[in-house]
């Protein structure tokens, strides 16, 4: 028999056997019964966990079986899950649950109501600052304060609301009132027609109702009326304590005019003769007067220098016009030293009346307000720089040897000798009040320099 047909046989036998000793792997290999199913929750049932059947199991929260339920309070959840804040369901201990996961609606994610006075803004809120303070700028109920909420609005409103009144004094009598307007602030003081004064006084009220203010008296309390003065000018008068007009007043004093225009009772001339005047080109601020001529401080005008040997007539005689503005002259012959503003201070030749000349300048630290002179020396009121000493010895070529600051503004010096032979710079400092320098012993503020300045003089 070929190896074939050996094969083929083989085949018939062995198939039918193997297909009868064949069994599932479920099946138990000694009473041929099917294996039972894995129990993985462990209770001998044969299943796995499953949500709903009143037994917690796995990772499973709670189960209540058939009493499982999304809608009712404080259920176990359909998910087999304890209740809770968010689920959509007012539980105990909730106030509320929409389970939206919205904080700025009625219902916060805390699961209690959104309240007034929380300090958030909620729904239905214009403010929240989570005070008690109802006067201020929101209210109590979390609404914006406005005029007419009936609450008074602190630093805002007088009253509240519109049409509210109070009881106001009255000079006479008690029975007046007041009224709140729609702008919520106290109308006038309306007095009581059943108890009003039997007369009316002087105090810019009307007391005895009849709707005028002072009525029978020549003006009301404070009232003010254009008038023109004896020079022509435009003023006015003001009713006064006793309800009479005052004199025709302006507010400030205009010169040269012979009136006296603020009513201070002072006027250009106050019991003195005018003997004689002479007008300048500029500003007359100062004046040194020697011998028949006086040399003004002509500001704008510079120098004029004045021939005076004929009060009755004074007659300008010379002019010298300057770059800055001249504020005060010295006289120390044959030269006028001139504080010129800006412009320093100049030292001008006048020994030909009629044709003053520059002679030297010296440029300053700040604004030359006030010259004095004495020997070779000029003392300038240097307005912030204090007192400034200028050697004046070449006239040509000055020199500055010592700069004292002070507190204030320096606008005027003037030399004074004193008895024991001192020789003292006084300075009007303005906001700093007056100093007294001694400027005697030129070696003190002479012999040396500070590195900003020369040494100043001792201070008296």
């Known amino acids: 028999m070929n190896n074939t047909l050996k094969a083929f046989l083989l085949v018939l036998i062995i198939a039918p056997l193997a297909a009868a000793c064949s069994c599932s792997e479920k099946d138990n290999p000694e009473d041929g019964t099917e294996d039972a199913a894995p129990d993985e929750d462990g209770d001998g049932d044969g299943e796995g966990a499953r949500c709903g059947n009143g037994v917690v199991e796995g990772d499973e929260e709670c189960d209540e079986g058939a009493r ?27 106030a509320c649950d929409d389970g939206n996961g919205v904080d700025t609606d009625d219902c ?37 304060a406005v005029c007419g909420d009936r609450v008074v609005w602190a630093g805002e409103e007088e009253c509240d609301p519109a049409g509210a009144q109070e009881p106001c ?30 007369t009316e006084v002087c105090d810019g009220e009307d007391n005895d109702c009849d709707t005028i203010a002072d009525n029978g008296f ?15 000018l435009n003023a006015k008068k003001t009713c006064g304590p006793l309800c009479v007009l005052g004199e025709c007043c302006t507010i400030l004093e205009v ?33 040194a007067v020697d011998g028949d001529y006086a040399y003004v401080a002509d500001y704008g005008g510079g120098l004029a220098v004045i021939n005076v040997s004929d009060p009755a007539a004074p007659a300008v005689e010379g002019v010298l016009d300057t770059a800055g503005s001249a504020r005060d002259a010295a ?43 004495r020997g070779s020396y000029a003392y300038v009121a240097d307005d912030t720089s204090g007192l400034v ?14 700069t004292t600051d002070t507190i204030g503004n320096s ?33 003190t503020w002479t012999s040396f320099r500070t590195t900003t300045r020369w040494a100043r003089p001792r201070r008296w």
């Open 389 to 402: 000493i200028v050697d004046v010895t070449n006239k040509a070529s000055p020199s500055i040897v010592s």
């Open 255 to 287: 010169c040269d005019n012979a009136c006296d225009d603020d009513c201070r009772t002072a006027t250009v001339s106050t019991g003195f003769d005018l003997i004689g005047e002479v007008d300048t080109a500029g500003e007359g601020l100062r004046v």
């Open 169 to 198: 004094p009255n000079d006479c009598e008690n029975g007046s009132k007041k009224t709140c307007g729609t702008d919520c602030t106290w109308g006038d003081c309306i007095p009581d027609p059943d108890d009003c004064c039997s």
């Open 411 to 443: 606008y005027k010096v003037v030399l004074h000798e004193t008895a024991d032979a001192k020789l003292i710079a006084v300075v009007a400092d303005f906001c700093g009040g007056v100093y007294f320098f001694d400027v005697t012993d030129r070696s």
């Open 108 to 144: 916060r994610n805390n699961c209690s109501l959104a309240t007034c006075g929380n300090g958030r803004v909620d729904a239905g809120e214009e403010c929240d600052d989570s005070n008690a303070v109802d006067t201020d700028a929101c209210l109590n109920s979390c609404q914006n």
């Open 68 to 94: 499982n339920s999304d809608t009712r309070p404080d259920a176990c959840r359909l998910d087999c899950k304890d209740p809770g804040c968010g689920d959509g369901v007012t539980d105990t201990g909730e």
């Open 218 to 232: 020549d003006c009301v309390l404070g009232e003010e009326r254009d008038c023109i003065n004896t020079c022509g």
């Open 331 to 373: 006289y120390q012959a044959p030269y006028a030293y001139l504080a010129d503003g800006p412009g320093g201070l100049l030292i001008i030749d006048v020994s030909d009346p009629a044709q003053p000349t520059q002679e030297g300048h010296m440029g300053l630290p700040a604004t030359a307000w006030g010259v004095a002179v």
